[in-house]
């Protein structure tokens, strides 16, 4: 394990540091990392930590996930408002049906396994997204319409919609119904865990006040109260939905409210712990991408992604109707809202495994859309992020 870690950190920053100097995003050579070490290239990473693959992806996610919350401001998010709600779940259901539609004309299945394609790839990846969105508040592009908030905050709600539509489509397949009614689990998984995460920080805020706590110390005990929420969300599934990683969120969004300059200090701690968190997370996705996979999608599969991330972007164009912000402000959160990768490298396998007929072509494509959506999706909020967006001093 020892010699799997020094090949990861060595080569993970090493490749990063190549990409950044060719002005792409550094943790596309991250993902490189993974796929050339991974088990399906040089086979260098040890299968310990493979096999805990997706628990250190969780931890990272729990990292920047608090990060973000640290970062959001209530304010802001009431400045946005409506256009924040619908981007939690529109661009996905845009998407979703566009599979739903071209897939069977395309690949050859059937519909309810193109339903189950649509939601493996409908899921926007707050890893990409929510790293290159804190940047972009701490450096004060789209201040004044909140656009890294807007973007943010939808990015961190729409997995939850995604996966209980994944959960729903995979039961009816297998012999189970799908009940609309089952839907009703996203707006309750979302108000128990807000409504959790918000109640602990701002425990964590008088506790902080009451008590002389190093920042470390407060670090650990965040983490453990995230760890925590990620952990009850698992237990409680079959009791109450809970979305444990929003509670980590939440919990970010109270302290910094209740106590803003504890939480700001705290933060910076975050995006140290970041660098390390961040490594691992790209690696490890990169280590779960099968190229052989990609090769067997095909042109059709390249095809069925345009369009479908063609129909994201009309989705994120509608849930911006009525709003204050410009065309060229609309064309950079549609662009945005494109990377994937996270959800994809958790979901992408399990139709195959579960027996679903379709599911080298699901995986297949699952892939492909990683490769492709995340370097592309980051490259374009670097690029798009000064010719799109206005820099407000901070």
Same mark, same amino acid.
């Given at each position: 394990?020892?010699?799997?870690?020094?090949?990861?950190?060595?080569?993970?920053?090493?490749?990063?540091?190549?990409?950044?100097?060719?002005?792409?995003?550094?943790?596309?050579?991250?993902?490189?990392?993974?796929?050339?070490?991974?088990?399906?290239?040089? *086979?260098?990473?040890?299968?310990?930590?493979?096999?805990?693959?997706?628990?250190?992806?969780?931890?990272? !996610?729990?990292?920047?996930?608090?990060?973000?919350? !640290?970062?959001?401001?209530?304010?802001?998010?009431?400045?946005?408002?409506?256009?924040?709600?619908?981007?939690?779940?529109?661009?996905?259901?845009?998407?979703?049906?566009?599979?739903?539609?071209?897939?069977?004309?395309?690949?050859?299945?059937?519909?309810?396994?193109?339903? @189950? !394609?649509?939601?493996?790839?409908?899921?926007?990846?707050?890893?990409?997204?929510?790293?290159?969105?804190?940047?972009?508040?701490?450096?004060?592009?789209?201040?004044?319409?909140?656009?890294?908030?807007?973007?943010?905050?939808?990015?961190?709600?729409?997995? @939850?919609?995604?996966?209980?539509?994944?959960?729903?489509?995979? *039961?009816?397949?297998?012999?189970?119904?799908?009940?609309?009614?089952?839907?009703?689990?996203?707006?309750?998984?979302?108000?128990?865990?807000?409504?959790?995460?918000?109640?602990?920080?701002?425990?964590?805020?008088?506790?902080?006040?009451? %008590?002389?706590?190093?920042?470390?110390?407060?670090?650990?005990?965040?983490?453990?109260?995230?760890?925590?929420?990620?952990?009850?969300?698992?237990?409680?599934?079959?009791?109450?939905?809970?979305?444990?990683?929003?509670?980590?969120?939440?919990?970010?969004?109270?302290?910094?409210?209740?106590?803003?300059?504890?939480?700001?200090?705290?933060? *910076?701690?975050?995006?140290?712990?970041?660098?390390?968190?961040?490594?691992?997370?790209?690696?490890?996705?990169?280590?779960?991408?099968?190229?052989?996979?990609?090769?067997?999608?095909? @042109?059709?599969?390249?095809?069925?992604?345009?369009?479908?991330?063609?129909?994201?972007? %009309?989705?994120?164009?509608?849930?911006?109707?009525?709003?204050?912000?410009?065309?060229?402000?609309? !064309?950079?959160?549609?662009?945005?809202?494109?990377?994937?990768?996270?959800?994809?490298?958790?979901?992408?396998?399990?139709?195959?495994?579960?027996?679903?007929?379709?599911? *080298?072509?699901?995986?297949?494509?699952?892939?492909?859309?990683?490769?492709?959506?995340?370097?592309?999706?980051?490259?374009? @909020?670097?690029?798009?992020?000064?010719?799109?967006?206005?820099?407000?001093?901070?």
């Amino acid at each position: 394990m020892l010699l799997s870690l020094a090949l990861i950190l060595l080569t993970g920053y090493a490749l990063s540091g190549i990409f950044t100097k060719l002005k792409l995003p550094g943790f596309i050579g991250m993902i490189v990392t993974g796929v050339l070490l991974g088990p399906y290239v040089l *086979n260098l990473i040890s299968e310990d930590i493979l096999h805990i693959s997706h628990d250190l992806r969780e931890i990272a !996610l729990v990292v920047i996930l608090t990060r973000a919350g !640290l970062n959001l401001d209530l304010r802001d998010l009431k400045k946005v408002g409506r256009p924040a709600v619908l981007m939690c779940f529109v661009p996905a259901t845009f998407e979703l049906l566009a599979v739903i539609c071209f897939a069977p004309l395309l690949l050859g299945i059937t519909r309810i396994e193109a339903a @189950i !394609l649509g939601t493996v790839l409908a899921a926007v990846s707050p890893a990409v997204v929510v790293p290159k969105m804190i940047k972009l508040m701490e450096s004060g592009y789209g201040k004044h319409n909140s656009i890294p908030q807007l973007i943010m905050a939808g990015a961190s709600v729409d997995d @939850i919609y995604v996966i209980v539509l994944f959960t729903s489509f995979m *039961n009816m397949y297998q012999g189970g119904d799908f009940n609309l009614s089952s839907l009703v689990v996203v707006p309750i998984s979302i108000v128990l865990g807000s409504a959790l995460g918000y109640l602990s920080g701002f425990f964590l805020s008088v506790l902080f006040d009451k %008590l002389h706590i190093r920042d470390t110390i407060k670090i650990m005990i965040m983490l453990s109260f995230a760890f925590l929420f990620v952990s009850l969300e698992s237990a409680a599934k079959d009791i109450v939905p809970i979305s444990g990683l929003l509670a980590v969120m939440a919990m970010g969004i109270a302290l910094l409210k209740h106590s803003e300059v504890r939480a700001k200090r705290v933060a *910076n701690r975050f995006s140290k712990i970041w660098v390390f968190a961040e490594l691992l997370l790209f690696v490890l996705v990169g280590a779960a991408v099968d190229l052989s996979y990609v090769a067997s999608a095909g @042109i059709m599969a390249v095809l069925l992604l345009i369009i479908e991330l063609g129909f994201r972007s %009309l989705g994120v164009f509608i849930c911006l109707i009525k709003t204050p912000l410009t065309l060229k402000e609309r !064309l950079f959160t549609s662009v945005a809202y494109l990377p994937k990768a996270t959800v994809q490298a958790a979901i992408g396998a399990i139709p195959l495994a579960a027996g679903v007929a379709a599911g *080298n072509v699901i995986l297949a494509v699952a892939v492909l859309t990683i490769i492709l959506t995340a370097p592309l999706g980051a490259l374009g @909020i670097d690029l798009l992020t000064p010719k799109c967006l206005e820099r407000h001093p901070m």
